[in-house]
């Protein structure tokens, strides 16, 4: 939706018009900050948010994302009532299939850890896991890590459904509004976009996998870069169970989660560099035909209908950067590693306490941007 001449002055202009930046927009709005600006380049949900197959898990190995899994969740859950959308939420569980010892005792400890934090994540006996998914080959597998409150939903819904909550409360959205430049003085931050100029207070960054991009226009060296992950549907398929799981084999990374009337397959591609391509190629599909016949055999009988890519938005521990940054008034919230639709919700009321009290309900110092310059790396270690 445009509404017209872009305003001369706001209090916050969120740059990145996915499911992050909507998502601040509608906190900030339910928190009282309504003069508020959101600027999109092209349309809502253009970059990876429209791309994104929807995954939302607790599993993680680091309490600080198991936290942000636990209150977006519930959030989706709720979605029905906040935001009148139903979003579609599935809660059919993860599976972790475990091929390699250093995974099974790090799994068996991060369980330890998201049980301690109220998520029932169990450790499951290979043959356990051959009960959530009749067909699977157990070959290798040497253990497996099942949550039920797992799932994954609908992120163009979600979207919909925060833009349209944050606009209820007075947000201005503005979509084919590219910012171009952006500078300072000691008033604020004049956000340039090819029809007007725009006085913010302050700025949030929610740009994806182009943050690294929009901060390198206010000055700022934003560690987020792209990389490609390519998925595909098969055609109708009736020989595995439609309430499986979502299954990861972690050692290829190949996953597959019910698509009614199919499945969604996908793999990561730990050899390919950063690059900003999103098309998909027949190389990388054979190899995860391959990977996925060798776990579930039975989809040999399956055929693909189509596919797509689009890009992760990475930082160097695959944690988001959410908080303040050194130049006053510009903040991010951003670099989600391919996190971020299920972690969304929490990263906008994360941003909404930050902008009006400066602090957090929960320890947010894992994501602090500033925790690159002072050498307190903790690496997130679930990433698909
Ligand atoms: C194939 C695939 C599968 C995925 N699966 C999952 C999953 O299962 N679960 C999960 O949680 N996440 C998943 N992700 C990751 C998820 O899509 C992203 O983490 C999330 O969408 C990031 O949201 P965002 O709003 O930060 O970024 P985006 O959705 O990329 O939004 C950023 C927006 O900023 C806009 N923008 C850029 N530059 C400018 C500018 N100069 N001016 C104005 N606007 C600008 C872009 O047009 C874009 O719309 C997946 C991603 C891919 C590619």
């Not at 508020?36 to 253009?46: P, S, T």
């Not at 959530?132 to 039920?148: F, R, S």
């Amino acid at each position: 939706m445009t509404l017209g001449p872009l305003p001369a002055r706001c209090e916050v202009c969120i740059v990145g018009g996915g499911i992050v930046g909507a998502s601040v927009a509608f906190f900030l709005s339910q928190a009282g900050i309504r003069d508020v600006l959101l600027l999109e380049r092209g349309r809502y949900g253009d970059g990876s948010t429209g791309r994104a197959v929807g995954g939302v898990r607790h599993q993680f190995s680091l309490a600080a994302n198991v936290r942000l899994s636990l209150r977006s969740i519930a959030f989706y859950r709720d979605a029905q009532r906040i935001l009148g959308v139903d979003v579609e939420l599935h809660q059919i569980g993860y599976l972790f299939l475990l091929t390699n010892p250093t995974d099974v005792a790090e799994f068996a400890r991060a369980a330890g850890l998201q049980q301690s934090l109220g998520v029932p994540t169990v450790v499951l006996e290979p043959t356990q896991a051959r009960r959530l998914v009749p067909d699977v080959d157990l070959e290798g597998v040497l253990a497996a890590t099942y949550c039920p409150w797992d799932g994954y939903a609908d992120p163009g819904s979600a979207l919909d459904g925060l833009l349209r909550g944050a606009r209820e409360e007075g947000v201005r959205t503005y979509s084919d509004t590219p910012v171009t430049a952006i500078n300072r003085d000691a008033g604020g931050w004049d956000l340039v976009t090819p029809g007007a100029v725009t006085r913010a207070e302050r700025v949030v960054i929610c740009a994806g996998a182009y943050s690294r991009d929009v901060g390198a226009l206010a000055g700022l060296d934003v560690p987020v870069l792209p990389y490609r992950r390519q998925v595909y549907v098969t055609e109708p398929f009736d020989r595995l169970p439609r309430d499986m799981p979502f299954t990861i084999d972690f050692g290829t990374r190949f996953y597959i989660r019910p698509e009614p009337p199919g499945f969604l397959l996908g793999m990561d591609d730990p050899n390919e560099p950063s690059g900003w391509d999103t098309s998909t190629t027949s190389e990388f599909l054979e190899r995860l035909v391959d990977a996925a016949v060798a776990r579930v055999p039975v989809l040999a009988e399956a055929r693909v209908h189509r596919g797509w890519g689009g890009l992760y938005e990475v930082t160097p521990d695959h944690k988001p950067l959410i908080g303040a940054t050194p130049l006053p008034g510009l903040w991010l919230c951003c670099g989600f590693s391919g996190h971020g639709f299920m972690h969304a919700p929490a990263a906008g009321m994360a941003m909404a306490e930050l902008l009006t009290t400066g602090r957090t309900r929960d320890d947010l110092t894992d994501f602090d941007p500033g925790r690159f310059a002072r050498g307190e790396v903790r690496e997130e270690r679930y990433v698909i």
